[in-house]
């Protein structure tokens, strides 16, 4: 595929790579998902891939389905970064194959609630059963978008996300409705691929990056002028990991570009980050 297209065809183009994904973690192709390059938020067990290793530690993996890491498909772990407390409700942002819905499950505790939501069948089916390996009753993975979350005004205490809200082609309207449903003085805290001043053209224009995670990525100052228009206070981006040529390589040339000519101008460009905000309290 080549050109960025309609809203639409990003978000088919989303569907159709991360549906594929799941059937493959889903019947044990350890070969599946991404394949071995970083233009695809992958996982490190399947590949070595720096945007996706040592995200998560062995204690938090260890009583968790394979299929759960294996689907890990983000850049950070929110789940480590994020306050969560005993009792508070929580929501994933495309929460894939669940690993970080059981994770939070855990910190919240019997008396909280952690949802995911993703718009894949495939990844539904996927977490759903991962759920039910795990024994983890406090969880619920409803189909939606981001763009529109099937949830209540002030319903969620914390919102979480690994990697997803770059892969929307309408971000505003992501902010938007996560500050919608966050409760009075909760708590945005997603990890996300951020990008420090201007992207070339030439990886805009590429869908095959933007599902991946790449070209669809906000600059770092637009992505707080959009918290802060979206209504949030106390926003932030901590970077957790910055990307050098050497790790933009196989993308670009997987995209048909030029390593030698693109990679001096993404060295140091791209980030993980750890983004933060919070809705105003009342």
């Known amino acids: 595929m080549s050109g960025i297209g309609t809203k639409t065809d990003i978000k088919t183009a989303v569907r159709e790579r991360y549906g594929k994904a799941a059937a493959e973690v889903a019947k044990g192709d350890q070969a599946g998902c991404c394949g071995e390059t970083v233009s695809c938020c992958g996982s ?18 260890a009583e968790l389905p394979d299929a759960a890491v294996l689907a890990s498909l983000g850049c950070g772990n929110p789940t480590a970064l994020a306050e969560l407390l005993p009792g508070q409700t929580v929501l994933d942002l495309g929460s894939g194959g669940g690993i970080d819905v059981l994770l939070s ?50 319903s ?4 979480i996300s690994n990697c997803v809200i770059n892969l929307s082609a309408d971000k505003p309207r992501v902010l938007a409705e996560a ?10 805290a997603v990890s996300d691929i951020v990008v420090r001043g ?15 995670c790449v070209a669809g990525a906000l600059e770092e100052e637009e992505y707080l002028g ?3 228009d979206a209504g949030f206070s106390d926003v932030e981006i901590e970077p957790t990991r910055i990307y050098r040529v050497a790790d933009a ?5 997987e995209a048909g570009l030029d390593p030698a000519v693109m990679a001096p101008m993404v060295d140091e460009k791209f980030m993980a980050a750890f983004v933060r905000a919070r809705k105003p309290a009342v």
């Open 198 to 212: 201007d992207m070339p053209e030439a990886i805009r224009r590429s869908i095959e990056l933007w599902v991946g």
């Open 105 to 154: 499950a855990r910190r919240v505790g019997s008396e909280g609630k952690a949802y995911g939501l993703d718009m894949t069948d495939e990844m539904l089916e996927l977490a759903r059963e991962n759920q039910r390996k795990a024994g983890v009753e406090n969880v619920e993975f409803l189909k939606g978008e981001i763009e529109e979350i099937p949830l209540p005004d002030d």
């Open 226 to 228: 959009l918290l802060r």
């Open 156 to 159: 969620v205490d914390v919102i």
């Open 179 to 188: 500050f919608r449903v966050l409760r009075p003085g909760g708590l945005f």
């Open 44 to 61: 490190d067990v399947l590949t070595e891939n720096p945007i996706t290793s040592d995200l998560y530690s062995i204690d938090e993996t």
């Open 249 to 253: 390589a196989d993308f670009l040339e």
